[in-house]
């Protein structure tokens, strides 16, 4: 058999196999077995994906340059705060008033004159929101936009039916919320939020692999797209708002490249929230913004800050009561805690006693809990 013949033959028995490619796909393959009749005799009998696959290999692979023409240089809608073509997240615990905020950040971008929280103005074109509301409260946005004077119709839905539940597990819904954000009036993309976006566990590779969605559909729009998520409640052991505090896999903040923080830092001044900027991987940080939410709206200003720092006993004390408040905890267990926090044994010693914690061995483990009725049953020193 000739080459010419071994080609020939090899061509038509990839072309039996391809036959659910397109003309022009299986013409392609074609002037690829002409090229290389071994990798054509290698191909018989492989998928339609191996086949396209490998077919793409014929082709130059791109380069950043290529990259660069099709996204363009990094640009800001709010300088340090809110960057186009990337995933940002607004992080809050729950009731913080994240949504509130979020529709008072994306008002410059519908109204003329409107200022950004720090002052400065939006230098892009006006147009619209595409605000996917994933928690069922059409009715409160509606009634904070009518309050602000916000245009109802400037903020739009990917649906035609404005009620549809969004659920982004779903290709149907990723499909029409991907065509709502390509149209060119809209400038602005709002996930509220990332948890009522999908129906999985927090902690799920599904819930990741919607944020890698949006972080694409971010970057292919070139426009930015704002998610809301949740932080867990601070506790005892926290120290300044920092992206642990996202609830959920860790994976999830990895895509985003700015995550801001609404967080009350004085428990006693609840009403006196900060905005700031907890993650960045393109700028830096700006000042936090002080955010007080009420019914006339939103007031902004100087952010508030933490107390200052209790003192060691204390923090011993505080500690203590929060291990032990759901009942008694292995002494060994207590006391490993109260280390990593940078409490010390003496410290401990002195707190347990002023608190009067009792502790009694059970099965060769010692035990500690809070006094009940005055009294600590079995008390020792241990």
């Not at 000042?287 to 923090?315: L, Y």
Request: charged share 25%.
């Amino acid at each position: 058999m000739t080459q010419d013949n071994h080609s020939t033959n090899t061509t038509q028995g990839l072309a039996l196999k391809a036959e659910g490619l397109t003309f022009q796909e299986q013409q392609q393959l074609r002037e690829l077995a002409k090229k290389d009749p071994e990798l054509a005799a290698w191909l018989r009998g492989r998928d339609r994906a191996n086949l396209l696959a490998v077919a793409d290999l014929d082709k130059q692979p791109a380069t950043w340059a290529d990259t660069e023409k099709l996204i363009g240089d990094i640009s800001w809608m709010w300088q340090g705060w809110v960057v186009n073509g990337f995933l940002n997240i607004l992080a809050g615990e729950s009731g913080a008033g994240k949504s509130t905020l979020l529709l008072r950040i994306c008002q410059p971008v519908i109204m003329p004159g409107i200022k950004f929280p720090d002052g400065t103005p939006y230098q892009g074109e006006l147009g619209r929101v595409l605000w996917v509301e994933c928690e069922a409260a059409e009715a409160l946005n509606i009634q904070r936009a009518k309050r602000w004077g916000i245009p109802l119709d400037a903020m739009i839905t990917p649906f035609s039916d404005p009620l549809i539940q969004v659920n982004l597990d779903d290709q149907n819904h990723q499909a029409a919320v991907t065509a709502a954000a390509m149209r060119p009036d809209v400038k602005i993309v709002v996930i509220d939020s990332l948890r009522g976006a999908h129906r999985g566990d927090e902690n799920s590779s599904e819930l990741v692999s919607l944020v890698m969605y949006l972080a694409a559909l971010a970057r292919d729009t070139g426009k930015p797209l704002i998610a809301t998520h949740h932080l867990r409640k601070r506790s005892a052991f926290d120290g300044e708002l920092s992206q642990d505090r996202l609830r959920g896999s860790s994976a999830i903040v990895q895509p985003a490249r700015v995550i801001m923080g609404l967080d009350c830092p004085n428990y006693d001044q609840p009403e006196n929230k900060r905005l700031s900027v907890i993650k960045s991987n393109l700028a830096a940080k700006p000042k936090p913004i002080g955010v007080t939410i009420n019914d006339n709206g939103i007031i902004f200003g100087a952010a508030p800050e933490m107390p200052r720092a209790v003192s060691a006993r204390d923090k011993a004390a505080q500690l203590l009561l929060e291990l032990l408040s759901d009942g008694e905890k292995p002494a060994n267990e207590v006391i490993s805690t109260l280390a990593q926090a940078g409490i010390s044994e003496s410290t401990l010693n002195r707190t347990k006693e002023r608190l009067g914690i009792g502790a009694r061995r059970i099965n060769n483990t010692w035990y500690w809990q809070l006094p009940t009725n005055g009294g600590t049953p079995n008390d020792t020193n241990n």
